[in-house]
């Protein structure tokens, strides 16, 4: 088949904006080629980020999640816009969109099974702003089929990071976004098959935590300087561990209705009853990220970790990353190398792309009628294609290429 230019588009459960990568994917289904062209990255506006935040704190009705679908549509076309004009391309090279959305409801019933999900930022809209046919919405036929719907990349992940044969060990691609998810990938020789699932709260109780601190002017601890600042109270992490999410046993997923603004609180005013300073609780609450992260590949790893490859915005912050290291050390008994995925590519600042590359592979995966999901990683009853097609002015055009 011929190579194909695609946009991915992916906005996190940090939900502070959104991710635009264009990639060139060319190969075979079973053995597909991807090349970065260009990344692009595109904060959300004080409108959009207001009713992401409320959406996802379970309130609004429905004229106010129909909107935000649209606003958000016609905001994920202008990212789209930006990269193709960063990669130095125009709208009329480009094949296809690959669009996640931004979630604003996981729901995840008493026994672990997911009830529903909701990602917005309508695909039609992308479509027809661009012109590029369209694919979006791709967790719910993974849930349709008894999935999780979550996570989605460990397909790219056993495409492209698969350790090479002879490696002691496996390695855990680590996303931080809002919420940490890991992918165990064993070397290609190895017949343990791959695991995926949700590690816990990622960046969304340290964000939290860094808006309390400064009165709202910071949305996130940059450099982790905060949490630098402060001292970690290791009783409250260990109480914070008995959160009865980190001994659920995979497939399992989870969002911020769990790890929610309102927990964030509670823990504040229990680091506040123990004496602790804002930088104290910013420091408290890495080290839980780091923690539970560490804790999950203790109890549920297939093979011991050989190596960490961290993904996503935490990637960024080196307190993070240390007291990552430090945690693994400490509870699998021995030191893991942890490093950059941007590391792993040779590209610098490569790890916030990743989450929208896997999403541009699901939608060529897609249109060739090939499923996305991994079930052994989901719980889903098999392999299914995922998302919904919204068919840009392109269509025809792209129908034939394929």
């Not at 125009?90 to 669009?99: A, P």
């Not at 479509?127 to 979006?136: C, D, N, S, Y």
């Not at 001994?247 to 005013?269: D, I, N, Q, V, W």
Request: net charge negative.
């Amino acid at each position: 088949m011929q190579a194909m230019k695609v946009i991915g588009l992916m906005s996190g459960t940090s939900a502070d904006g959104i991710d635009a990568v264009l990639a060139e994917i060319s190969g075979t289904a079973d053995s597909p080629r991807m090349r970065q062209i260009a990344f692009e990255s595109m904060q959300w506006g004080r409108e959009e980020r207001e009713v992401i935040e409320l959406l996802i704190a379970g309130h609004g009705d429905a004229r106010t999640v129909s909107r935000a679908g649209f606003i958000l549509g016609k905001q994920f076309a202008e990212a789209a816009f930006q990269v193709v004009e960063k990669g130095g391309l125009s709208l009329e090279e480009i094949d296809l969109v690959g669009s996640h959305g931004q979630t604003v409801w996981h729901e995840v019933g008493e026994g672990g099974n997911v009830q529903s999900t909701l990602q917005i930022g309508e695909a039609a809209v992308i479509a027809e702003k661009t012109g590029l046919t369209t694919v979006a919405d791709f967790r719910v036929a993974d849930v349709a089929a008894g999935g999780q719907g979550a996570p989605l990349i460990p397909i790219f992940d056993q495409f492209f990071l698969r350790p090479e044969a002879g490696t002691e060990g496996c390695r855990a691609v680590q996303n931080i976004g809002g919420i940490g998810n890991v992918t165990f990938l064993p070397t290609q020789e190895r017949s343990e098959g791959i695991l995926a699932f949700d590690t816990g709260p990622g960046n969304v109780l340290i964000d939290w935590a860094a808006a309390q601190a400064t009165d709202g002017a910071l949305h996130f601890d940059e450099d982790g300087e905060l949490a630098a600042r402060g001292r970690c109270n290791n009783g409250l992490i260990e109480a914070w561990l008995e959160h009865p999410y980190y001994r659920r046993h995979p497939p399992k997923s989870t969002g911020r209705e769990l790890f929610s603004h309102a927990l964030a609180a509670r823990y504040s005013m229990e680091a506040a009853r123990a004496g602790l300073s804002a930088e104290d609780f910013a420091a408290t609450v890495t080290e839980l990220t780091a923690a539970s992260i560490a804790e999950s590949y203790r109890l549920f790893a297939p093979v011991p970790v050989a190596e960490v490859v961290v993904c996503g915005g935490g990637a960024r912050n080196p307190v993070l990353l240390k007291r990552l290291q430090a945690q693994l050390a400490q509870r699998c008994g021995r030191r893991v190398s942890v490093v950059r995925y941007g590391e792993i590519t040779g590209i610098p600042g490569d790890e916030e792309s990743k989450e929208a590359l896997g999403f541009a592979l699901l939608a060529w995966l897609a249109m060739q009628g090939i499923s996305g999901n991994v079930p052994a990683c989901t719980g889903a009853s098999g392999e299914r294609i995922l998302g919904k097609i919204a068919p840009g002015r392109n269509f025809l055009c792209l129908l034939r290429k394929l």
